[in-house]
């Protein structure tokens, strides 16, 4: 009977006044949100306990569980504001206090959203408590498919994929990428609260004994897929972290002594090769703003790389920003540059995805009505390519900074012919959680399209991550350093290389269905509370 359907502790619930299901009591269920939110925190670098996003799935869930709509908002907005003030405090550091509070809501708003939808969807799991690993499962991925797209081009910073840089779910990224990662992850979670919200009885046994297995199996099953395998051929990469004079705004008043410090380190590695220390790379990868003085414009600083490529003698992939063709415009770019002929413009990654209210301000009127800081933001102009760099050793699949987040934008340079995934970033204005948080979604990139990749940070963290997400090489924060790998060059594509945004997609296509086919049961029990309260009067 659906009556029997109820949390371990009957105290815990509202009275139910008859038949009909309650849900927690209010000030559990709050109690349940704030401790959502801060296990999906810890979940996350620079903590890493990957293990309490499960945890904290299942905590949401029950606290939705068959509250009204504005209840399941409430939780859901509390789980989120939680989650998120602390896990984008770094935002502050470059933006100040009012963008981040204003982020940090909005992101919170999507988790509100999800709450509702987990409360909407209670007749479902009432009925048919196997439902409940599923139907969670594909909620989250439908809320981060949301997320992820809008408003101005979305924000995936927190997906639940992007906590499982260690955990073996990552390997699901090999089937489906970030998004099954995700589904494994809050499938889990749906598994356990499924497991919890119910009187322990020996009937029962049987049941917890099913979700329990299937919750190991969600979580443990992905580390038994194969990574995709590399082709035979490999390639030395140098990745140069040269470090800042100092962190903070006022980085690119110091334009000329960041270029500096790349070039006397890449020089350094010349002599190291020369002498034998090091081995000899194929190429040398800089971080973003690495050359924030346009070297196309300006000869010193062309000089000046040409002077470590030459010294170097092989291909150095720069970080630069360029002037853009109309006035006050400019490019965030990657620009190959060879020891004998210079920078090789056709082989040039502008940033397809310019980030809102940093690098270029939509709705400048309207926001200047908030800060009289927004003018400061230049007019940064996308680009129209894939990041596809041929750089002769080995072909790259260039994102530079946040776009990594972004599942069709790090896709397109494999479905282009990268071998290599490289990251480009510049934490220079941040912190270290937030390079951290950075490393962790080039580790599932690594694994969701079987490419080695690398972060090359102007700060750190830095490092090289290859096909099962393992992370070596990894820099210090604030110092600089220089690491050599040899890589394997990738060949093969995964499934999830091949099969793109469709399962993504499916899924929210079905997290939709559910919600369209609780309506008639909601309705319904809408209408058997009516009738017994009517009965209550009588």
Known sequence: METTLRPPAAGWLRAPGGARPAPLRLWVAVLLAVGSGLTMLAAF????????????????????????????????????????????????????????????????????????????????????????????????VAQEAVRDR???????????????????????????????????????????????????????????????????????????????????????VAIVQGNVPRLGLDFNEQRRAVLDNHVRLTEQLAADVAAGRRPRPDLVIWPENSSDIDPLRNPDAAQQIAAAATAVDVPILVGAVLQGDAPG????????????????????????????????????????????????????????????????????????????????????????????????????????????????????????????????STVGVSAFVDTRGAVTGATGFNVPAVVVREVPLGAARTLATRLGHWPEMAAAALAVLALVCAAPMRRRRARDAAEERIAEER
């Open 150 to 236: 809008g408003p101005f081009g979305g924000c995936p910073w927190g997906r639940l994929a992007f906590s499982q840089g260690d955990a073996p779910a990552l390997r699901a990224a090999v089937l489906g990428g970030a998004p099954a990662v995700t589904f494994v992850v809050a499938a889990t979670g749906g598994a356990l609260v499924a497991l919890l919200w119910r009187r322990w009885a020996p009937r029962s046994v049987l049941t917890a004994v099913g979700f329990g297995l299937a919750g190991v199996v969600l979580l443990a099953g992905p580390a038994l897929i194969p990574a995709a395998t590399p082709g035979g051929a490999t390639a030395v």
């Open 329 to 456: 415009e400019i490019k965030n770019a990657a620009l190959l540059w060879r020891p004998a002929t210079g920078p090789d413009e056709s082989q040039t990654y502008v940033k397809r995805h310019p980030v809102p209210f940093a690098e270029y301000m939509p709705l400048r009127p309207i926001a200047r009505l908030i800060s009289d800081k927004v003018d400061l933001v230049e007019n940064m102009v996308a680009g129209d390519r894939p990041g596809v760099v041929r750089a002769g050793p080995a072909t790259l699949g260039d994102v530079i900074c946040f776009e990594v987040a972004y599942d069709g934008i790090v896709r397109d340079t494999v479905t282009g012919g990268a071998q290599l995934l490289v990251v480009q970033t510049n934490n220079a204005t941040f912190d270290e959680a937030e390079a951290r948080q950075q490393l962790a979604m080039v580790a599932e990139r690594a694994v969701e399209h079987g490419r080695e990749a690398m972060m090359v």
């Open 45 to 140: 670098p620079p903590y890493g306990l990957w293990w309490l996003a499960p945890v904290s799935v299942a905590l949401l869930a029950a606290a939705a569980h068959r509250r009204r709509l504005c209840g399941g908002l409430g939780v859901g907005m509390v789980a989120g504001l939680v989650f998120f003030v602390p896990l984008l405090a770094w935002t502050h550091i470059v933006a100040g206090w009012l963008p981040w509070a204003l982020l940090s809501t909005a992101q919170a708003a999507y988790i509100a959203l999800l709450g509702a939808a987990g409360a909407w969807l209670s007749p479902l799991v009432d009925r048919w408590r196997a439902l409940w690993p599923p139907l969670v499962g594909l909620l989250w």
